[in-house]
């Protein structure tokens, strides 16, 4: 189970000290049920090959994630996507209690790029209580966009490579 909050960002936080970044690439199989793949590549560091599938919206969904190797991603890439996959750079930013703040800009450069940030919890309760205020973030995490139809990834996916 995914148990996160998103709102829709400016930037980069100012600030903060990140402690990972990643480069991204994702395209989708399919959208319901969510079927995902992504190429995740740590900034001087390893790159990993992700098959994912989800179910649901909002604050918390199913999620069954597994590790492939690049040859079956090119392969689902050019073979049964066939459609340019989504660019993201995302990076992490640790916070107290164990929490990370996570923050992507999608398709930089294209007159679509947006960026976004996530905060992933253990639990519901621990969701929805959490205040960003608390954490000198208020003024960031302004826009929560969690509980609002057409603002995950897929729906992007779906607006801006599957429009033709």
């Not at 400016?10 to 000290?17: D, L």
């Not at 001087?44 to 590790?67: A, N, P």
Request: contains cysteine.
């Amino acid at each position: 189970m995914e148990i996160e909050r998103k709102w829709m960002v400016s930037g980069w936080p100012v600030g903060w000290t990140e402690t990972k970044r990643f480069s991204m690439r994702q395209g989708y199989v399919s959208l319901r049920p969510t079927v995902r793949i992504r190429e995740e590549a740590l900034c001087d560091g390893d790159t990993h090959y992700v098959l994912c599938f989800k179910s649901g919206s909002g604050l918390s969904r199913e999620e069954l994630e597994t590790d492939i190797d690049a040859a079956l991603f090119r392969d689902i890439e050019q073979r049964i996507i066939r459609k340019p996959l989504i660019p993201k750079e995302r990076r992490d930013y640790p916070m107290p209690g164990g929490l990370t703040l996570e923050v992507n800009h999608v398709d930089e450069g294209q007159p679509t790029e947006f960026w976004y940030a996530e905060v992933e919890f253990g639990d519901e309760v621990q969701a929805r209580a959490w205040d960003p205020a608390q954490f000198g973030l208020g003024t960031y995490l302004v826009d929560d966009v969690t509980e609002q139809p057409g603002q995950s990834m897929g729906a992007y996916w779906k607006q801006t490579r599957l429009k033709d």
